[in-house]
C-alpha cells in the first residue's frame, strides 16, 4: 500500500485542522492506519490509530479529547481531525499503515511498515 498525507499548515493556538491520509490499493479495509508526529530534535511518537473497519481506535493521552480520527473505506481516506491546538502539537506528521484482522491497535512505529511522506503542521502562540 503507498500513503500520501495531506492538510497540514500553520494554524494558530486554538485552532483546528484535518490532515487526510490517502492510500492506494484493493485490500484498503484490511490495514490498520496510524498518525505518528515527529517534531524537531524529538523522536517520533504515536498520536491515533484506527482499525480497518474503524470499529476500534486508539490515542496517545497527549491528543485524547482534542484529536479524532476516522475513516473512509470507500474512498481509502483516513482523517486525523485536530482540535484546539497547541504550540506543542507542532510537528510533522506521518501517516503509516500494517495488514491487521484484528480490532488491537498497535501504538509502535516499529510495527508500521508502510508509511506516507509527512505533512508539517505548526501551531502558533
Known amino acids: 500500500v503507498q500513503l500520501q498525507a495531506s492538510g497540514g499548515g500553520l494554524v494558530q493556538a486554538g485552532g483546528s485542522l484535518r490532515l487526510s491520509c490517502a492510500a492506494s490499493g484493493r485490500t484498503f479495509n484490511n490495514h490498520h492506519i496510524g498518525w505518528f508526529r515527529q517534531a524537531s530534535g524529538k523522536e517520533r511518537e504515536f498520536v491515533a490509530a484506527i482499525s480497518g473497519s474503524g470499529d476500534s481506535s486508539g490515542y496517545a493521552d497527549s491528543v485524547k479529547g482534542r484529536f479524532t480520527i476516522s475513516r473512509d473505506n470507500a474512498k481509502n481516506l483516513v482523517y486525523l481531525q485536530m482540535n484546539s491546538l497547541k504550540p506543542e502539537d507542532t510537528a510533522v506528521y506521518y501517516c503509516?499503515?500494517?495488514?491487521?484482522?484484528?480490532?488491537?491497535?498497535?501504538?509502535?512505529?516499529?510495527?508500521?511498515?508502510?508509511w506516507g511522506q509527512g505533512t508539517q503542521v505548526t501551531v502558533s502562540s
Open positions: 503509516a499503515a500494517r495488514i491487521s484482522y484484528v480490532l488491537r491497535i498497535r501504538i509502535l512505529s516499529d510495527e508500521y511498515p508502510y
